[in-house]
């Protein structure tokens, strides 16, 4: 650690370190809710072992233009740091693009990029690295997870570190990748001669170290109470900080988001069946009042009723490198709708979830699979929807008979009216619906009376068609 104090290091920094150091430990997992210190510390480790080891790093973000105000300034302002600690460790040079950033040491750097750059470059030479850290990991789809691991190789050591907020206990970081290892617990703090090191290590109450069972990953969870720029440094005011007042906002989520308060106060999976836009209900025979909820149940066989033949087309706007897990991110959904006017009953049918097609795809799948109905789409993508007409697909932008688009809120108090029913297996209709939400306000903590821009594209190609049959075939 080039000598620098221990007291402006967070608990998570000597986990990391400890991690780093063991040759097992292939990929370093840190999880935990906003303000729990484990970007910061990735932060600090990073430009430290690039200058004291000489290796070279690649960091992504999903946005490349956000690295400069976040994982990038973090890096930049803690070597500054450095230096006024140590006048005599030698600081990186900085080379800010948009995307990328480079901070570089002699031979060595750090390069710092999204995933929204589509460079072809940027995906090769990976085996020349030390390590890649993924921030803010839920972000990313596990395609892209899966291809960015597997390019590490041929170096003896290497890191493949993600941070995260466990955002939803549904989520592809959990289900396909934590799940499938067998985890046991490890000490809360650094086993250390330097009795500075044990103490400033030792995790909070609701934080924990595990490692895999194979050796091969270490994963740890912390919470705000592990920043000591939050909760107060135990040498005491002159190295940290009690910020009062952000944890009283923390704590009051308890009251007015409970599953956020669980996110960020515990460090927990989140679980958002509160807010959600759509609520499952088994028997709609029992269903007394609809609230503010579009409820919806299951089906695996189509009943013996005569229905209309619909179909709804949510453009996506996901690129080349979009994967197809239901991760929040834009994606093309073709959906196809039994209505029955006589029961209020929809019937949905996933015909399409993908997050990328050229529209030559497209227009080939929609002419072999919506036969004998309209298909409805977002009205605002009048240049697609031009593209299908003149290649003899009917897809007509969804509109009122005044000939306006229906708005996304009045959209919903329509979808409301029906009892919607999903087939059983189809996992995309599920996680849409267990994550799609009306937003929370960052400014206020409230409802800002709208929803959420993600876990939507279903939501969105059920407007088009049931809000135009509801008003054109009333």
């Known amino acids: 650690m080039s000598n620098l104090p221990l007291e402006i290091f967070n608990p998570i920094f000597f986990h990391l370190e400890e991690a780093i150091k063991d040759p097992k430990v292939f990929i370093i997992v840190l999880r935990g809710g906003r303000g729990s210190g484990k970007s910061y510390s990735v932060s600090q480790s990073l430009p430290l072992h690039m200058i004291n080891d000489k290796k070279d790093i690649l960091v992504l973000r999903e946005v490349g233009k956000d690295i400069p105000v976040g994982i990038g300034k973090q890096i930049i302002n803690n070597c500054k740091n450095f230096k006024k600690l140590i006048?005599?460790?030698?600081?990186?040079?900085?080379?800010?693009?948009?995307?990328?950033?480079?901070?570089?040491n002699e031979n060595n750097y750090i390069k710092m990029d999204g995933s929204d750059n589509n460079n072809d470059d940027r995906m090769k030479g990976l085996d020349d690295l030390w390590a890649i850290y993924l921030d803010e990991a839920d972000r990313f789809s596990y395609e892209f997870f899966e291809q960015v691991q597997m390019s590490l190789r041929g170096m003896v050591n290497q890191k493949f570190i993600v941070s995260f907020n466990p955002v939803s206990i549904h989520h592809w970081l959990k289900k396909k990748f934590l799940d499938?290892?067998?985890?046991?617990?490890?000490?809360?703090?650094?086993?250390?001669?330097?009795?500075?090191?044990?103490?400033?290590?030792?995790?909070?109450?609701?934080?924990?170290s595990k490692r895999s069972s194979c050796g091969t990953i270490a994963y740890f969870n912390t919470t705000y109470r592990d920043?000591?720029?939050?909760?107060?440094?135990?040498?005491?005011?002159?190295?940290?900080?009690?910020?009062?007042?952000?944890?009283?906002?923390?704590?009051?989520?308890?009251?007015?988001?409970?599953?956020?308060?669980?996110?960020?106060?515990?460090?927990?999976?989140?679980?958002?069946?509160?807010?959600?836009?759509?609520?499952?209900?088994?028997?709609?025979?029992?269903?007394?009042?609809?609230?503010?909820?579009?409820y919806y149940s299951y089906y695996s066989e189509l009943p013996d009723l005569d229905f209309y033949i619909i179909y709804g087309l949510d453009f996506g706007g996901g690129g080349g490198l979009q994967g197809d897990e239901c991760d929040g991110k834009s994606k093309t959904v073709v959906k196809k709708y039994y209505i029955n006017k006589a029961t209020r009953s929809v019937y949905h049918e996933l015909l399409m979830y993908?997050?990328?097609?050229?529209?030559?795809?497209?227009?080939?799948?929609?002419?072999?699979?919506?036969?004998?109905?309209?298909?409805?789409?977002?009205?605002?993508?009048?240049?697609?929807?031009?593209?299908?007409?003149?290649?003899?697909?009917?897809?007509?932008?969804?509109?009122?008979?005044?000939?306006?688009?229906?708005?996304?809120?009045?959209?919903?108090?329509?979808?409301?009216?029906?009892?919607?029913?999903?087939?059983?297996?189809?996992?995309?209709?599920?996680?849409?619906?267990?994550?799609?939400?009306?937003?929370?306000?960052?400014?206020?903590?409230?409802?800002?009376?709208?929803?959420?821009?993600?876990?939507?594209?279903?939501?969105?190609a059920d407007r088009y068609a049931i809000v135009f049959y509801t008003l054109n075939y009333p």
């Open 227 to 294: 920043n000591f720029f939050i909760s107060g440094h135990p040498a005491g005011e002159r190295y940290g900080f009690l910020d009062q007042g952000y944890i009283d906002r923390i704590e009051k989520l308890k009251l007015t988001n409970p599953n956020n308060h669980k996110i960020y106060s515990f460090g927990e999976w989140g679980n958002p069946s509160e807010g959600l836009v759509w609520c499952y209900i088994k028997d709609f025979n029992k269903l007394e009042t609809r609230d503010n909820k579009i």
């Open 87 to 104: 006048p005599t460790i030698e600081v990186p040079r900085v080379i800010p693009k948009i995307p990328p950033v480079y901070v570089s």
């Open 354 to 460: 993908k997050g990328y097609i050229d529209d030559a795809e497209l227009e080939l799948f929609l002419k072999e699979n919506c036969t004998g109905g309209l298909i409805l789409s977002d009205n605002a993508r009048s240049d697609k929807i031009t593209y299908m007409l003149n290649r003899g697909v009917n897809v007509v932008g969804a509109k009122t008979r005044e000939g306006k688009s229906s708005g996304v809120n009045s959209g919903i108090d329509i979808l409301k009216t029906w009892n919607h029913y999903i087939l059983e297996s189809s996992l995309p209709e599920k996680t849409e619906r267990e994550n799609h939400r009306w937003e929370i306000s960052p400014k206020t903590n409230e409802p800002s009376g709208q929803v959420e821009d993600k876990y939507k594209d279903i939501t969105d």
């Open 180 to 208: 499938s290892y067998e985890f046991l617990d490890m000490p809360k703090f650094v086993n250390s001669n330097n009795p500075k090191i044990r103490e400033y290590s030792r995790l909070s109450e609701y934080s924990f």
